[in-house]
């Protein structure tokens, strides 16, 4: 698993992710669940749909 996340990119990430949580939060909902994977790939620096595309956001 090749890291293919930046840092601006996980910054990004950790911002929708906290979105998208609070808003399940507030409201009562389910769908704040989604928050997990944001968070997961901003944490792992690895996201799964940048590698059929070979995109890369992370300085060598």
């Not at 293919?4 to 998208?20: E, H």
């Not at 808003?23 to 799964?48: K, M, R």
């Amino acid at each position: 698993m090749k890291k293919n996340v930046g840092s601006v990119d996980k910054i990004i990430r950790l911002v929708i992710g906290f979105v998208i949580a609070i808003l399940g939060i507030i409201y009562q909902s389910w769908w704040g669940l989604i928050a997990v994977i944001p968070f997961f790939t901003a944490f792992v620096s690895w996201c799964p749909l940048y590698v059929p595309f070979k995109i890369s956001t992370r300085k060598e």
